[in-house]
């Protein structure tokens, strides 16, 4: 069954218009882990920040919705534990656990299981439910991020939220706008 030709339903995500199999599920894990690494290395340092603004937590978001809760988190999983095993993909070619921003990476994923799950309820299907789902997932991966930013480098929770939430929340803004207009409009166009 090709793409164009599938019957979407509530409680599908995209990944579910291919067809089913084990290997079509280990290569979406495995190209949702690579997408998000290669995402990690658009970075942008912030001035006064451990953290750079990266492409990463996009693409987190993406494969959660996309793939759905369960692959969603596998990915993501093998994306940290690669990662944390000395696999350079975490932002601007970092690895390891003693980074500040690891943080970030569990709570990318967190939010990639809740998103997937969101999508599995239509949390994808429009504009206003897309902005929503995108909103929460981001709210999860700084409710873990900066907490830890401030526990992995002795910054008051204060000061983690000036240099690890407020400089990134313009660009979280228009990840959310990005993903608000692609994820409606694929379904849209699937549903033709």
Do not use: E
Request: charge should be positive; hydrophobic fraction near 55%.
């Amino acid at each position: 069954m090709s793409i164009a030709a599938a019957t979407t339903r509530p409680g599908q995500v995209l990944a579910d218009l291919l067809p089913a199999s084990r290997a079509k599920d280990a290569a979406l894990v495995l190209g949702g882990a690579a997408l998000t690494g290669i995402a990690a290395q658009i970075a942008v340092p912030v001035p006064g920040s451990p953290v750079p603004v990266t492409g990463q937590t996009f693409a987190a978001l993406l494969v959660g919705t996309a793939l759905g809760a369960r692959r969603g988190f596998l990915s993501l999983a093998l994306y940290a534990l690669v990662g944390m095993a000395g696999m350079p993909w975490f932002a601007q070619a970092g690895s390891g656990v003693a980074a500040p921003s690891l943080g970030y990476v569990l709570g990318m994923l967190l939010a990639a299981t809740v998103v997937g799950a969101l999508a599995r309820r239509g949390g994808d299907r429009s504009v206003l439910r897309t902005a929503g789902t995108m909103v929460l997932g981001s709210a999860i991966i700084y409710a873990v991020g900066v907490p830890y930013l401030a526990a992995a480098t002795g910054m008051s929770l204060t000061q983690a939220v000036a240099a690890g939430l407020t400089p990134f929340l313009i660009g979280d803004a228009l990840k959310a706008a990005l993903a608000m207009g692609a994820l409606p409009t694929a379904w849209k166009l699937l549903d033709r």
